[in-house]
C-alpha cells in the first residue's frame, strides 16, 4: 500500500493528466554475483571505500560482457545501480591499459526528470 504522501502526489499529478496509471510492487529481495574472474584489487578497494560491498547481478553480467566487447543494453528500475554497472568496465580498462580512455555521455534531460 502507498505511503499517504505517495497517494497524494499521484492524486495531484493524476488531475493534471501526467500519470496515466499507477502499479504497486512487492518488495524483492537483491541478487547478488561476483565477476569471474574477480575485478583488479585496487577497483575492489575503491569500491569498498565507496561503500559498495557487493554488486548485483545485472552488475557483474555488463562486466562480463564488457570483458567480451558486446555491446550492451542495461534495463532496470531508478537507483538500481546502472551508472555504476557501466562504469566499472570503464575503470577495469582503465587499470589495465595506461593508454586506454573513457568518454561517458548521459542524456542529461532524461537524468533530470529520474
Known sequence: MPSTRIKKMVDSL???RQVSSQKT????????AEPDPPLPPEIVRYLTAQGYLKLYSHQVE?????RQDEN???VTSTASGK????IIPAL???AMNADATALF???MK????D
Open 14 to 16: 493524476g488531475k493534471h
Open 25 to 32: 510492487f512487492k518488495k524483492q529481495e537483491a541478487i547478488y
Open 62 to 66: 555488463v562486466v562480463e560482457k564488457a
Open 72 to 74: 550492451i543494453v542495461l
Open 83 to 86: 551508472t555504476l554497472a557501466f
Open 92 to 94: 577495469e580498462r582503465l
Open 105 to 107: 555521455i548521459y542524456p
Open 110 to 113: 532524461a537524468l533530470a526528470y
